[in-house]
């Protein structure tokens, strides 16, 4: 039984965690959110109270910390009497947050892969790279570490393995598929932030197939794929986190991950690209200052957050899983749809933040009931996905079952 | 009979002027070039060298000045006894320059309008917010200054006054049709600095109809243009230069400028511009650095002279002039078609440098022989073109005259 969570980070996903935490802080006791600019928790803290979010009276409390230093976080931890790290700041500091947590001994999550500012899309499994080197300190330490538990990765993790141990001998392929139906209103705008999100695109497109990693450029393959409440959508194959966990505890399945893009973007992005203005390198202008371009184009970019008051429409992600049972090929699509509207009124964010931002606040309710206590290591599949799709049922991220048999409550 | 020239700038149209200088040395004199960076005054000499240019054994020198500094550049032409500057710097320079001019007694030219670096697209006519202000100056110091005479502005505007005064009674429009019809075998680049290039298109195009400025968004208004050589071509009203004084000078005319784009240009531009990566104006990143977004573009896009080795394929530039003659009405196209190679081969340039670059060294030879040294400031319409052209179809680009009665070189 732990209780006491710390937020690290203060952008739009960490909004949706710090709602999420105080309707639940019965359960999660005292709340705490740090950042390096203390002044955008306590905007977040405020929104908290303004919604009256807080189930029970409790504490509610704004920290600045720098999150690359990890023995500040450390001493953080300390102080709060934090149990529970939910690290959903820059994929920049997952490392140094995990190490924190190893050294005080306190359960850890975040919601994306550790990346390298200066790197873009390294060697799969990219989990290898950073996080599960760490393993065996977590083993010893008997640290519950728990890796991308947002939605995707995160929740189509447990989904993935929701459909393979219930219906289905074998698995043969996993496709997860991402569309965000949803209208901002603006020209261009990316749904977080857009040097994370741009770094997603410009790399190799790894997939898991035949049992070997495969690549392809990013918009190389696409397919229209047509999926409940959103309808008919194209969706290209990307490179992502989850599929560089399931292909190692699937090895003998496809895994394959499609986000859906607009022409629009697609363009935008393919202007950008080609002019070089993504790049993470340093250009020097005719005047002499150095400049990475892609920190410019963040800089002249919408705030993510700001999205929220307009957004409309709705999400889709599900997993379209493929196997066979009783020798025969089965195959069934476990999805969310969730509502961009409904995220705004109910926590001040948009949709993408609030399917990103609820998971890992599940988890935490797991990790306080002990139910995902394990004291280890562990992508999302690995731990019993029940318990957890319970959960976001009940929290705003209810889960549906299409297959032969009809579209259903997952747990119908 | 004035001589000895000094070259103010270094770019890819002082490259052209420095080479057609030195192959008219025998009228022209001594030949100095100037510019903040040694170094690249010193590339283009050795250019010159290289290419055996200089007609006749004579001085070729390079200096460092900054162009913003009006005693500096005095100082330059006293120590160097040129009588003739021309001014091929960034935009931003003209009116320190002119100054200078006027200070020691020389003549001036330029090819493109002063631009102010804080201010996009003023009120016209543009003339008139700076050069226009010292018409006075050089007419009391006896000063001959030719604004804009380069292609367009500067032979266009030739063109015009030989077409009114050589076929027509009274002119009602004048449209100038710009098209680059080469390739560069480039992803996306622009033909000169980008800087320069992007601001002509980002404010509000003027445009000189039924006795008033008319006001249109860029790619608002477009058409086709089937022309000799390059054929069907589609050009989209733009602001531009000449347009400023032919209106001025012909305001019983409707005065038109197009310029052409291909499909490509336009989207990258208008991703650009809507992203807010073209604004002239500071932003901040995410860490705190302060960053002008068009500087930032301006360094990832190729350099425009590096263009020149690999770029084929010709420009035709010219004037659609309509009027009437004995009561009927009359219109005649007056143009010049240039090759990109073949300039390239002659002064290690592209098509585009070639064409700004050759008429102002035809305007110093007639300052030098006196027939254009006029002792006022003047814009090209405004002083015989005759001789002009004569020496432009000797030193590189050849004007011809289409009509009813055929096409064929201008003075046949």
């Given at each position: 039984?732990?209780?006491?969570?710390?937020?690290?980070?203060?952008g739009?996903?960490?909004?949706?965690v710090a709602?999420?935490?105080?309707?639940?802080?019965?359960?999660?006791?005292?709340i705490?959110?740090?950042?390096?600019?203390?002044?955008?928790?306590?905007?977040?803290l405020?929104?908290?109270?303004?919604?009256?979010?807080?189930?029970?009276?409790?504490?509610?409390?704004?920290?600045?910390?720098?999150?690359?230093?990890?023995?500040?976080?450390?001493?953080?931890?300390?102080?709060?009497?934090?149990?529970?790290?939910?690290n959903?700041?820059?994929?920049f500091?997952n490392?140094?947050v995990?190490?924190a947590?190893?050294?005080t001994?306190?359960?850890?999550?975040?919601?994306?892969?550790?990346?390298?500012?200066t790197?873009?899309?390294e060697?799969p499994?990219?989990?290898?790279n950073?996080?599960w080197?760490?393993?065996e300190?977590?083993?010893k330490a008997?640290?519950?570490?728990?890796?991308?538990v947002?939605?995707?990765?995160?929740?189509?993790?447990?989904?993935?393995?929701?459909?393979?141990?219930?219906?289905?001998?074998?698995?043969?392929?996993?496709?997860?598929?991402?569309?965000?139906?949803?209208?901002h209103?603006r020209?261009?705008?990316t749904n977080?932030?857009?040097e994370?999100n741009?770094?997603?695109?410009t790399?190799?497109?790894?997939?898991?197939?035949?049992?070997?990693?495969?690549?392809?450029?990013?918009?190389?393959?696409?397919?229209v794929?047509?999926?409940?409440?959103?309808?008919?959508q194209?969706?290209?194959?990307?490179?992502?986190?989850?599929?560089?966990?399931?292909s190692?505890?699937?090895?003998?399945?496809?895994?394959?991950?499609?986000?859906?893009?607009g022409d629009?973007y697609?363009?935008?992005?393919?202007v950008?690209?080609?002019?070089?203005?993504?790049?993470?390198?340093?250009?020097t202008?005719?005047?002499?200052?150095?400049?990475?371009?892609?920190?410019?184009?963040k800089?002249?970019?919408?705030?993510?957050?700001?999205l929220?008051?307009?957004?409309?429409?709705?999400?889709?992600?599900?997993?379209l899983?493929?196997?066979?049972?009783?020798?025969?090929?089965?195959?069934?699509?476990?999805?969310?749809?969730?509502?961009?509207?409904?995220?705004?009124?109910?926590?001040?964010?948009?949709?993408?933040?609030?399917?990103?931002?609820v998971p890992?606040?599940a988890?935490?309710?797991?990790?306080?009931?002990g139910?995902?206590?394990?004291?280890?290591?562990?992508?999302?599949?690995?731990?019993d996905?029940?318990?957890f799709?319970?959960?976001?049922?009940?929290?705003?991220?209810?889960?549906?079952?299409?297959?032969?048999?009809?579209?259903?409550?997952?747990?119908?």
């Amino acid at each position: 039984m732990k209780k006491n969570v710390l937020i690290i980070g203060a952008g739009g996903v960490a909004q949706v965690v710090a709602h999420k935490c105080a309707q639940n802080n019965d359960v999660l006791g005292d709340i705490h959110i740090a950042s390096r600019t203390l002044a955008k928790c306590e905007a977040i803290l405020e929104s908290v109270r303004e919604k009256n979010a807080m189930k029970v009276p409790g504490v509610l409390r704004a920290h600045a910390v720098d999150a690359m230093d990890s023995a500040a976080v450390a001493a953080l931890i300390r102080t709060t009497g934090a149990q529970i790290v939910i690290n959903v700041g820059s994929a920049f500091v997952n490392m140094t947050v995990l190490q924190a947590c190893i050294d005080t001994g306190v359960a850890y999550m975040d919601t994306a892969i550790h990346e390298d500012p200066t790197k873009i899309c390294e060697t799969p499994p990219w989990y290898g790279n950073y996080e599960w080197k760490r393993r065996e300190a977590c083993e010893k330490a008997g640290v519950t570490a728990i890796l991308g538990v947002g939605f995707d990765p995160g929740v189509v993790n447990a989904y993935a393995r929701l459909a393979i141990d219930g219906w289905m001998d074998e698995v043969t392929s996993i496709d997860i598929v991402d569309i965000n139906a949803g209208s901002h209103g603006r020209w261009f705008a990316t749904n977080f932030d857009p040097e994370i999100n741009f770094r997603e695109f410009t790399g190799t497109v790894y997939s898991w197939q035949n049992g070997a990693w495969q690549s392809n450029s990013m918009f190389e393959v696409g397919r229209v794929w047509d999926l409940p409440v959103v309808g008919e959508q194209k969706a290209y194959m990307t490179g992502h986190d989850e599929v560089h966990s399931l292909s190692a505890n699937y090895p003998q399945a496809d895994v394959r991950f499609w986000m859906g893009f607009g022409d629009h973007y697609i363009n935008v992005f393919t202007v950008l690209k080609n002019l070089g203005l993504l790049s993470e390198k340093p250009v020097t202008t005719a005047e002499g200052q150095e400049v990475i371009p892609l920190k410019v184009v963040k800089a002249v970019l919408p705030d993510p957050a700001s999205l929220a008051p307009d957004y409309t429409g709705k999400t889709c992600i599900g997993d379209l899983v493929k196997g066979v049972k009783d020798g025969q090929p089965v195959e069934v699509f476990v999805y969310n749809v969730a509502d961009h509207k409904q995220a705004y009124e109910e926590v001040g964010s948009q949709g993408i933040s609030y399917t990103a931002g609820v998971p890992p606040v599940a988890a935490a309710m797991l990790i306080a009931s002990g139910e995902w206590d394990v004291g280890r290591m562990a992508n999302v599949e690995e731990l019993d996905p029940k318990p957890f799709l319970t959960i976001l049922d009940r929290i705003g991220l209810p889960t549906r079952v299409k297959d032969a048999a009809g579209d259903r409550p997952w747990n119908a």
